[in-house]
């Protein structure tokens, strides 16, 4: 019995490891391609004139993240390369959909939000390692943080998707203020709730992928709404930073 305990420990302890890996390397990616689309002026200009192509986008990405999480323990069943094409569809489709690319954000603003993003990161795992130290903390269900993940990411999209729109600055920056704020609030939530014992599906094989995934799209919308919050900030400061 004790054997078969420390092999789940440490079977649990490889998921975490490979959760946290498969985030940070998304992350890294979705940031680089951020950089990539607001650059593409021709594309900024047809989504300022067709509004309506980033709302479909969004719905498209919203169906995509529920039938990902609904269908995944079908999917950890299948073949590799199905398994590959339906996380990279739904990571591209979720990626581009929150990027607001109908905008540029200054360089310092990208910037700024690189680095609070893994401040944030960092702080978590901290949080998560005390809190499961003492058995103390913000912890939820494995149901709770899918569910509330995918709903924090649309609320989050959603909000910066409409903000794109908003002519008057003084509403857009506590809009987006309020998003930052409450996707800073669950990332905490997240990395203390995926050290809880029993948490990972142990004999689910790419059940960290799948959790991966759902951590990355948080800290992702975390990192965009760091990024139009700061350029909010300056443009309402009236401050002109871009370089």
Known sequence: MEISDSAVKLSVKKKLKKTYIVTILMLLLGQFQVIIVMEIEPLKKFLM?????????????????????????ILERKAKWKRFVAGIWTYEVNT????????KAPYICLITSWVLTFIVMAISVFYGNCAIKHKRGLFVS??????????IYVLTCFGIIICAEMKRITIEFP???IYTIISNIFVIIFAASIRKPKFYQVDEIADHILIGQLYYLN?????????????????????????
């Open 219 to 243: 800290f992702f919308a975390l990192y965009m709404s760091y990024v139009w919050t700061t350029a909010a900030g300056i443009e309402l400061a009236k401050l002109d930073l871009e370089f």
């Open 49 to 73: 004139k067709h509004y309506y192509v980033s709302l479909l986008h969004f719905f498209v990405s919203f169906i995509s993240i529920q039938l990902y999480v609904f269908f995944y323990h």
């Open 175 to 177: 809009a987006l203020l």
């Open 96 to 103: 581009i959909s929150i990027m607001k690319p109908a905008k």
């Open 142 to 151: 494995r149901h709770n943080v899918i569910r509330w993940s995918e709903r």
